[in-house]
């Protein structure tokens, strides 16, 4: 246990937390990992693996089990296999400059979450593998990342006007009824219309553009879309790489267009949702199985 003290594990969060300080969309742990394996000086100890996770070195699975204390803390969110900091931890951050002092705070937390008591004894370094909510955390948090990547491997191997079925397809599920889908050729910046009623008599009418691309789209981007919308419209931007964050400032404060934007993530978690309801068709094109742990908390 003395191969890797509190400061130790505190100087690899605090690389961590540095990492992520200019990216508010995160960074995927394996990006993180591969960088403080270049650039941080690793003892042997650390350089070494675990001969129960012969396929990550000792300080790839200090840093994971360590992050549990910064996820209680509410200092770190870990979401489709993406590590994002929170206004909270980048107080901490500041707060605490002291590697060690940063890692035992997280960890006061981390017993504060796991007992409901303000006072208990201080969590024993990070290579102490033992704890069962831990093991089930980074067991979980192993299986999303690849499971994520998967998806995402898959979406990209997909066509632009596979992606813009599968929009259609989730309004269908979702209880739209779609009128119309771009065939392949110029849109005019429209992919899909549709509409709350059959016949397409009840406001509002639906207006629907899809990139696929690896880009964020840009405001600019965005502003085009919104030229095309008439007053009672609504119109849903879908980007599988994302938007800026101008973009999305200028989505939240509009008021003149009814407008909503839909990345991949969380065009994601509404196919999860509607799952049931999509047609085989749907379901051959973008298919998904459940995994279910064992939660005992």
């Known amino acids: 246990m003395a191969n890797v003290s509190r ?8 690389e961590v937390y540095k990492l992520l300080l200019d990216k508010p969309d995160g960074l995927p742990p394996k990006d993180i990992l591969n960088h ?7 003892t042997e100890y650390e350089k070494g693996y675990y001969s129960s996770s012969p396929n990550d070195q000792r300080f790839e699975k200090i840093i994971r089990f360590a992050t549990v204390d910064l996820v209680k803390a509410g200092w770190l969110v870990k979401t489709k296999g993406v590590w994002i900091a929170t206004d909270l931890g980048k107080e901490a951050y500041k707060k605490y400059s002291d590697p060690e002092d940063f890692y035992k705070e997280a960890a006061r937390l981390y017993h504060i979450w796991k007992k409901g008591m303000p006072e208990k004894p201080e969590k024993t370094p990070a290579d102490d593998l033992t704890s069962e909510i831990e093991i089930k ?12 990547e998967q998806i995402k491997n898959h979406f ?15 309004l269908t599920a979702m209880d739209y009824h779609v009128n119309w889908i771009s065939p392949p050729g110029k849109d005019k910046g429209i992919d899909i219309i549709a509409y709350n009623d059959p016949l397409g008599t009840k406001e509002p009418r639906i207006k629907v553009q899809v990139k696929h691309k690896d880009n964020p789209i840009t405001v600019g981007d965005l502003r085009s879309f919104m030229a095309t ?24 404060t509009k008021e003149s267009r009814r407008i909503t934007l839909l990345d991949l993530e969380q065009f994601y978690d509404l196919w999860v949702q509607y799952y049931d ?13 459940p995994i279910y742990f064992l939660d005992l908390d």
């Open 137 to 148: 955390d980074f067991s979980i948090e192993k299986a999303e990342e690849t499971s994520w």
């Open 277 to 289: 309801k999509l047609s085989q068709d749907a379901k051959q094109l973008f298919p998904l199985k």
């Open 156 to 170: 990209q191997s997909m066509g632009p006007y596979e992606f813009q079925n599968l929009i259609g397809y989730l």
């Open 36 to 42: 403080i394996g270049k650039t941080m000086p690793l």
């Open 229 to 252: 919308l008439g007053a009672s419209d609504v119109g849903i931007f879908v980007s599988s790489g994302g938007f800026t964050s101008d973009a999305k400032d200028e989505a939240r």
């Open 7 to 14: 400061r130790r594990t505190g100087e690899f969060l605090k």
